[in-house]
């Protein structure tokens, strides 16, 4: 006989007559008459070829093979109703893993509020982090490697599907003894008159961009370092220069550095901040953060 030809009604039943110690109260436990439990029963020890249960006047009574094939009958249901029940939770996107791009800073802003809140409502799904150039983050994309990145500046339709979420204010960060660090803003035009570090990492090269078009000339007093937003704002607490950083790269800042908002219209000092999937990645998990920040983070207008 294979296991293939086996009832998992039939098996429930009988491990209900086991435990509630007769064929009626089994019956009425999983829903169905003592007629029809009475025939199944049967059934399936006539499939087995095994008498599961002696009948006598007070009733069944398992016998020695039954007894044996009760003890791994339960065990092997219990497997297979957990393996049903993490399959369910796992097309429904509560379990699994979501890997997402990033190249801006998680220290401060929307994007950390985003992902905390997904983590605190799925804590089943595994979050995998990839930090990278922006080409290295849409190679991950288009090759599957990657299920979701945040890009800074202007949509892309052709990466996949889009949603716009919010734009991050630009900040320019200095040393406390900077000439202009006491101003509650920042002018782009202060920038011309200190020296400015920057990392060709992250939201660097789109700072040094923005810092360009803002004072139409590209800065000969700017330096590009090869290392982390950390080590810049070292520098910066070292007297090397000023800085320009996103909202979400000023939290934890030094104690001796400043930030300001950078002064100037919207569309000069505020950078878009961009989701991206795969419209064919059919991963549950990645349904679901899609649906949060559509729902609470998109930007409506």
């Known amino acids: 006989m294979a296991s293939t030809d086996l009832d998992l009604l039939s098996v429930r039943l009988a491990l209900a007559i086991v435990e509630h110690r007769g064929l009626r109260r089994a019956a009425l436990s999983i829903g169905m008459s003592e007629a029809a439990a009475s025939q199944r029963l049967r059934s ?13 006047t007070r009733g069944l009574r398992p016998t020695d093979a039954g007894l044996h ?9 219990r497997i297979f109703d957990s393996a049903c029940w993490h ?21 401060a802003g929307r994007l950390r509020e985003a992902l905390r809140a997904f983590q605190s409502e799925h804590p089943d799904v595994d979050l995998e982090f990839v930090e990278g150039a922006r080409w290295r983050l849409i190679e991950g994309l288009t090759l599957g490697t990657i299920d979701l990145i945040f890009l800074l500046g202007p949509q892309q339709a052709d990466l996949g599907e889009h949603l ?8 320019v960060v200095s040393d406390v003894s900077s000439r202009h660090a006491s101003r509650s803003q920042a ?3 202060d920038l011309v008159d200190e020296p400015v570090v920057v990392s060709t990492r992250g939201a660097g090269p789109a700072a040094s961009a923005l810092l360009a078009r803002m004072i ?9 370092h090869h290392i ?8 910066v607490s070292m007297g090397f220069g000023n800085s320009i950083l996103l909202e979400s790269d000023v939290g934890n800042l030094p104690d001796n550095v400043v930030a300001r908002p950078l002064e100037g219209e919207p569309s000069d000092v505020l950078i878009d901040l961009t989701a991206y999937r795969d419209p064919s990645n059919d991963n549950p998990s990645l349904r679901r953060f899609w649906s ?4 609470r983070y998109a930007d409506r207008a």
């Open 292 to 295: 949060l920040l559509k729902s």
């Open 187 to 189: 002018q782009a035009q």
């Open 216 to 224: 139409g000339v590209e800065p000969d007093n700017q330096r590009a």
């Open 87 to 107: 399959a369910s939770r796992a097309s429904k996107g509560r379990t699994g893993k979501v890997t997402v791009g990033l190249y801006t800073s998680l220290s």
């Open 228 to 235: 982390s937003r950390e080590m810049i704002l070292s520098l």
């Open 69 to 77: 094939f009760f003890r791994q009958a339960r065990d092997g249901l």
């Open 164 to 171: 716009r979420l919010w734009s991050e204010q630009i900040f």
């Open 44 to 56: 399936l020890e006539d499939t087995l070829t095994v008498s599961l249960f002696s009948r006598t």
